[in-house]
C-alpha cells in the first residue's frame, strides 16, 4: 500500500472511530418502534417507541393515538402471551391525538405494543421494529 493511501485509510478508519465513539457515548442500543392499529374500521391508530439508554440504565418511552372515545387509557408492552407491563397512562378527550411518555424506569422483555382501555382491554396493538442493536428483549 502506499504511503499517501496508508494515510488515507489511517485517517478514515479515525474518523469511523471517532464517529462510533459518538455514538456509543449516546448510550442508544436500540430504536423499537411499533406501528399500533385499532379493530378494522374502529379508526384507532398510531405509534409507540420504547428505547434503552445505556447511559441511564433505564427505558424511555412515548405513545401517540388518534380517534380514542374519551377516557382513560394505557400504553404497555408485553412479551408474547405475558401479562401487559404497563409503562404510562392518559387521558383521552375523544379530539384529534393523545398519548403519554415516559422515562427512567425498568421494564422486562417486550416485542408488542398496547393501547389498554380502563378495564384492560386491548384497544390497539403493534408489535415492535427493532433498528440498531439488541438488548436481547
Not at 391525538?97 to 415516559?102: I, K, L, R
Amino acid at each position: 500500500m502506499s504511503a499517501s493511501l496508508n494515510k488515507k485509510v489511517s485517517g478514515w478508519l479515525g474518523a469511523s472511530a471517532l464517529v462510533v465513539g459518538c455514538w456509543a457515548q449516546a448510550g442508544h442500543l436500540a430504536n423499537n418502534t411499533a406501528e399500533l392499529n385499532g379493530v378494522e374500521g374502529s379508526g384507532i391508530g398510531g405509534q409507540a417507541m420504547v428505547n434503552f439508554v445505556s447511559g441511564n440504565g433505564s427505558w424511555t418511552a412515548e405513545a401517540q393515538v388518534r380517534g380514542l372515545q374519551p377516557g382513560a387509557y394505557s400504553f404497555a408492552v408485553r412479551l408474547g402471551a405475558s401479562a401487559p407491563e404497563t409503562v404510562c397512562t392518559f387521558m383521552a378527550d375523544g379530539r384529534g391525538s393523545n398519548g403519554c411518555s415516559n422515562t427512567g424506569f425498568d421494564i422486562g422483555g417486550f416485542g408488542e405494543g398496547l393501547i389498554l382501555d380502563d378495564n384492560g382491554n386491548v384497544i390497539a396493538s403493534g408489535s415492535f421494529d427493532r433498528n440498531g442493536g439488541n438488548r436481547n428483549h
